[in-house]
Structure formats: structure tokens, C-alpha cells
T-cell receptor
Framework: GESVGLHLPTLSVQEGDNSIINCAYSNSASDYFIWYKQESGKGPQFIIDIRSNMDKRQGQRVTVLLNKTVKHLSLQIAATQPGDSAVYFCAELAGSYQLTFGKGTKLSVIP | DSGVTQTPKHLITATGQRVTLRCSPRSGDLSVYWYQQSLDQGLQFLIQYYNGEERAKGNILERFSAQQFPDLHSELNLSSLELGDSALYFC?????????FGNGTRLTVT
């Protein structure tokens, strides 16, 4: 069952290509950012995070870039695989206890 | 598997009714967060509990309430349900970010 909105931005990539998913955040006081992946019928799953004192962080096949000047966050997925198909959310935290989530981007991987 | 357990998985009920959603946090986590995910609003923070006490409140309607019990499980109570309350309700736990989410309860109000 579909779990997220019908009007999400969609990114279609060929299997094996790199994917870049972008996110603009709103609060200049945000100091911690997270990318989540949500597959159909499941809850958001943590992928990678970054603190505001960094501008780049790498994980396994994923890289997060943070540009505080323009309040922009991106998630790069290397060698995209069919299992990467999901909705991706960025979330920001500004010193409080609640994460604020972006609207999400749907990634479709073409085999 | 995030370690966060939510029940039931699906719930169908009529307008005006009341339902209770249940969440068990990951072992060792004292905090529980509730989020609502609807088609047009994305993930919205509702409320947070820490070790039995309310810690933060978000966009939670007065018809909704929550509590956290001594064994740290939490319940979200939704009353006087309206069609617009149909959504996915997620529970998350974690002392510090990142939060770990359960697989949600899909509520359908008819």
C-alpha cells in the first residue's frame, strides 16, 4: 500500500546511475539534519545524518552534502539499485525535540 | 527491523468513534514520539513522551491524547474521529536523533 502523498516530486534513474535528491530546509537555526528512506508499507528508515559544523558526510553508497548558505541539503546515492526505490525525506532539528520533515521525493529506479 | 513495535497494523472505523493505537519503543529508549502522515501533509509531529511524562507537543488536536506507561509503551487515543483523520500514524523512539520508527498504523475513517 502506498504510504505517502500523491503529489511528491519524482526522480527516475537508471539502475547503476547515481541519484541526487535535493532538499531545501527552512530554519537557519537548524543544526542537525537527517535523511530517511520510506518504502511502501513501512516506517521511515534512517540513512545518514550530518551536523551543521560539517558540509559533507559519507556512508556506504550514500553521501550527504550540506550548504548552510543557501539552506540546502542533498543526498547522493551511488550506483542506484532497484532496492533504493522509495520515498526519501530530509528532516531538520533546531535544538528542540521534534524533527521537522520535508515533503519527500519519490525515487524510482528503472531496471 | 527498527525495534519499535506498533499495533494494530490497520484500523478501520466510523466517524465519531474512538480508537487507541499502541507503541512499544526500542529496548532501552525512554522517549516515544508520535507522528501523523497524511497524503497532503507529510510527516507531522504530534507529541513526545519521555519516561512517562509529556515533553513536547506539536500539531496535536484536542480530540487526540497520548500517554506513556511505566513499562514505557505508549498509547495514542483518537476520539470523535473525522474522515480527515484517516492517515498513517507512526511511533518513533530514541534518546537522541536519529529517531527509529515503527511501521505505523494505517487508520481509515469511513
Amino acid at each position: 500500500g502506498e504510504s505517502v502523498g500523491l503529489h511528491l516530486p519524482t526522480l527516475s534513474v537508471q539502475e547503476g546511475d547515481n541519484s541526487i535528491i535535493n532538499c531545501a530546509y527552512s530554519n537557519s537555526a537548524s543544526d542537525y539534519f537527517i535523511w530517511y528512506k520510506q518504502e511502501s508499507g513501512k516506517g521511515p528508515q534512517f540513512i545518514i545524518d550530518i551536523r551543521s559544523n560539517m558540509d559533507k558526510r559519507q556512508g556506504q553508497r550514500v553521501t550527504v552534502l550540506l550548504n548552510k548558505t543557501v539552506k540546502h541539503l542533498s543526498l547522493q546515492i551511488a550506483a542506484t539499485q532497484p532496492g533504493d526505490s522509495a520515498v526519501y525525506f530530509c528532516a531538520e532539528l533546531a535544538g528542540s525535540y521534534q524533527l521537522t520533515f520535508g515533503k519527500g521525493t519519490k525515487l524510482s529506479v528503472i531496471p | 527491523d527498527s525495534g519499535v513495535t506498533q499495533t494494530p497494523k490497520h484500523l478501520i472505523t466510523a466517524t465519531g468513534q474512538r480508537v487507541t493505537l499502541r507503541c512499544s519503543p526500542r529496548s532501552g529508549d525512554l522517549s516515544v514520539y508520535w507522528y501523523q502522515q497524511s497524503l497532503d501533509q507529510g510527516l507531522q509531529f504530534l507529541i513526545q513522551y519521555y519516561n512517562g511524562e509529556e515533553r513536547a507537543k506539536g500539531n496535536i488536536l484536542e480530540r487526540f491524547s497520548a500517554q506513556q506507561f511505566p513499562d514505557l509503551h505508549s498509547e495514542l487515543n483518537l476520539s470523535s474521529l473525522e474522515l480527515g483523520d484517516s492517515a498513517l500514524y507512526f511511533c518513533a523512539s530514541g534518546e537522541n536523533s536519529p529517531l527509529h520508527f515503527g511501521n505505523g498504523t494505517r487508520l481509515t475513517v469511513t
